[in-house]
């Protein structure tokens, strides 16, 4: 069984020192309060896709985290490629705004039974070559912390496609999916998450996980919602390691500048 490794090196304000080739990076931003550190994530980014609402929330909320600087500046200089979803939320004067610095527009208001964000993810998918889809990571800005049903929608996306590598964000934590086709190593990067972290088994019960490198480690262990599943355990080593029979999620904890 393949090793997946993963690292939230994305978070560093410099180029990580390690010395595995570092994965190209597509930022989907939604309609929720930007993250601190959306201005890095835009800059990593090589696609950057507003979903939907989340085009108001660059256009208003960007230039704040600037407060020095002029609001037409960062605006121009944080041009989303892509806006898209069902364009019920983004605000008509930000639209015209951003057609005019030639942002692409895709609306799909025909469909009402998938979310924007994943639209988003979808458009993603079908926009990149096979070849550089491995070494792609989504990193989706604004996932956590609001409506439990947006929230369950976001999640429902790392499953739907759990092919690819997509990392929800918000100021307080990250989560992404570990399948079960693979074994997976964990480089925790200190300086920026932790120590507290959760695995948690999503879709069905774990009948086996086995980790390493956490204060509380799985050892052949079952999980299952209604009974025990892990959440509040520490991270004690920089290397994690985690195998199980189920995809599970993984959690980490975002510190406070
Ligand atoms: N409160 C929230 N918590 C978490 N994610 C959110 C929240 N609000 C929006 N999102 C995410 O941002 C995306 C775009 O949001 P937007 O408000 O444009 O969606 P929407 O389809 O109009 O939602 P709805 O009609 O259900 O209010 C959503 O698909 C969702 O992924
Ligand atoms: C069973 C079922 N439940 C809810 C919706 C509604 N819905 C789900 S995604 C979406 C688009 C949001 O941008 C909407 C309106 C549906 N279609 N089917």
Same mark, same amino acid.
């Given at each position: 069984?393949?090793?997946?490794?993963?690292? !939230?090196?994305?978070?560093?304000?410099?180029?990580?020192?390690?010395?595995?080739? !570092?994965?190209?990076?597509?930022?989907?931003?939604?309609?929720?309060?930007?993250?601190?550190? $959306?201005?890095?994530?835009? $800059?990593?980014?090589? /696609?950057?896709?507003?979903?939907?609402?989340? =085009?108001?929330?660059?256009?208003?909320?960007?230039?704040?985290?600037?407060?020095?600087?002029?609001?037409?500046?960062?605006?121009?200089?944080?041009?989303?490629?892509?806006?898209?979803?069902?364009? @019920?939320?983004?605000?008509?004067?930000? +639209?015209?705004?951003?057609?005019?610095?030639?942002?692409? +527009?895709? @609306?799909?208001?025909?469909?009402?039974?998938? &979310?924007?964000?994943?639209?988003?993810? =979808?458009?993603?998918?079908?926009?990149?070559?096979?070849?550089?889809?491995?070494?792609?990571?989504?990193?989706? =800005?604004? =996932?956590?912390?609001?409506?439990? @049903?947006?929230?369950?929608? %976001?999640?429902?996306?790392?499953? *739907?496609?759990?092919?690819? *590598?997509?990392?929800?964000?918000?100021?307080?934590?990250?989560?992404?999916? /570990?399948? !079960?086709?693979?074994?997976?190593?964990?480089?925790?990067?200190?300086?920026?998450?932790?120590?507290?972290?959760?695995?948690?088994?999503? #879709?069905?019960?774990?009948?086996? &996980? &086995?980790?390493?490198? /956490?204060?509380?480690?799985?050892? @052949?262990?079952?999980?299952?919602?209604? #009974?025990?599943? !892990?959440?509040? %355990? +520490?991270?004690?080593?920089?290397?994690?390691?985690?195998?199980?029979?189920?995809?599970?999620?993984?959690?980490?904890?975002?510190?406070?500048?």
């Amino acid at each position: 069984m393949d090793v997946m490794t993963h690292s !939230s090196s994305f978070l560093l304000p410099s180029i990580p020192t390690d010395n595995g080739p !570092s994965p190209s990076y597509a930022l989907i931003v939604l309609n929720q309060r930007l993250p601190r550190f $959306t201005p890095l994530l835009w $800059t990593k980014a090589q /696609l950057r896709i507003c979903a939907d609402g989340g =085009a108001n929330r660059v256009f208003d909320e960007l230039p704040q985290l600037f407060p020095h600087e002029d609001v037409l500046d960062i605006r121009n200089r944080y041009k989303p490629d892509v806006i898209k979803g069902d364009m @019920d939320s983004v605000r008509q004067e930000v +639209i015209d705004f951003y057609t005019n610095l030639g942002t692409k +527009i895709i @609306d799909e208001s025909y469909d009402q039974d998938s &979310t924007d964000l994943c639209k988003c993810v =979808a458009y993603i998918r079908d926009s990149t070559p096979n070849l550089e889809k491995s070494n792609l990571c989504i990193l989706v =800005a604004g =996932a956590l912390g609001g409506r439990f @049903d947006h929230e369950i929608g %976001n999640i429902n996306v790392l499953c *739907r496609f759990s092919t690819m *590598r997509i990392v929800l964000l918000t100021d307080d934590c990250l989560i992404l999916l /570990l399948p !079960s086709t693979h074994r997976h190593e964990i480089l925790i990067q200190s300086s920026v998450e932790g120590p507290h972290c959760g695995l948690i088994p999503i #879709g069905m019960p774990s009948e086996r &996980t &086995t980790t390493t490198g /956490l204060k509380w480690n799985l050892s @052949d262990t079952g999980m299952r919602f209604g #009974g025990l599943i !892990s959440t509040s %355990n +520490i991270v004690i080593e920089e290397r994690i390691t985690v195998q199980s029979d189920s995809d599970l999620l993984w959690t980490i904890s975002i510190k406070t500048p």
